[in-house]
Structure formats: C-alpha cells, structure tokens
C-alpha cells in the first residue's frame, strides 16, 4: 500500500532557527496536506498543495510540493517557541481510497528558548 | 461551530471490560473518520464512514473492535474486550465533500484510553 515517509523524526533548534521537515510519498499523489499537532493536542489542518511544484507561504511557514508529485517540504523561518509540535504530512489514497489520508509518522520540533 | 465532540477525553479501564468512544462530527460533514495514535505506529486509520456507511474498515486491527455510525450526527468505536495493547489516542475526525475529492480533516480533541 501506499507509503508516506517524513524525515527527521525529531529536531531540536535555538529559537530563531529555520527548520525544515521532508516528506516523500511510495506513489504519486494527487495532493498533499500538512497538520501541526501540539503537545497534548489534536492534529490541526494548515495546509493543502494540489499543483505540481506548488509553493505556498504562511507567514514564516513555506509548503512546497514536488514537480513528480512525489515529495514535499515544510519550512519554518526564524522559529519561536509557538512552533513547538508534530508536523504531519498526509497523502490521499487512490481511486476508491481517495477519500482516506495516509499520515506520515511526523517530525517533532522542539524549540529551545 | 463547536468542532468535532469526542467522549470521554479519558478512559482508564481494566483488561477484559468493553469501552465505548463516542464521537460527534461536524454537522453538514459527509465522512467521518477514526484513528489510533500511539509512539510506535504513529496515526493509524482505523476505519472510516461517508453518509452514515462504513466504507473502508480495513485498518481495524482485529474482531475486538468494532464501529457504527447510526445517525449523521453520532459514531461509535467499540473495543471489547479490550487488552492492554489498545492504550492510546484515539481521534475522530470529520471532513466535508466540497471538492470532490480529499477535503481537510477537522480532528476532535481525542480520548486517551489506558487499559491496565
């Protein structure tokens, strides 16, 4: 089945550091979505890229999508201790799973004051 | 909008019980979706539902649990009976149809089951 691989597994940075997290997909996806879950908390949506070398920026936070599709990135410049969570990406399925998101097992920043 | 309602927020129970997650999703939400978070496995989808059917179940890990989903406003996941291997988050969350295709997925707050 389809495989959604997220790297680092954790990060540690000074406050004020960029981050960035990776993730690469088994398939080709139609579009790709990434959630922060804080600690404690639930995962909460921020984004989704549908075009094929789609970026899109909020505030510090820059979302890439790869041209194959295949592959995206989340970068966080100048990071604060607000950034402190577990970023997932999230792949659609295929055909009759479309509906269905396949998690990444996350990057888990942590932001030293 | 209240956001999707889960219950209970925590449950601490004894290997052997039933316990009962219940979950409220979005009202006008079309799919509703369960999940299992733990360390290891990461989030885990269990089993979801659209327009009241389940459609894909094949993420629940064996017979001992099961979901329902009578109504478009009230689900269900059941574990009985319940083992120690099931401590972990378990999220609902409900999405709407507005694009045809994968929509955003709007998580409840979790219930943090501990079976002893």
Redesign the interface.
Known sequence: GQQVMQIPQYQHVQEGEDFTTYCNSSTTL??I?WYKQRPG?????LI?LVKSGEVKKQKRLTFQFGEAKKNSSLHITATQTTDVGTY?CAG?GSG???????????TKLSVIP | DAGVIQSPRHEVTEMGQEVTLRCKPISGHDYLFWYRQTMMRGLELLIYFNNNVPIDDSGMPEDRFSAKMPNASFSTLKIQPSEPRDSAVYFCASSPDRWGNTDTQYFGPGTRLTVL
């Open positions: 139609s579009n979505q908390g639930h995962p909460v949506f989704q997932f659609p009759a799973g479309s509906y269905q998101l396949t998690f990444g097992k996350g």
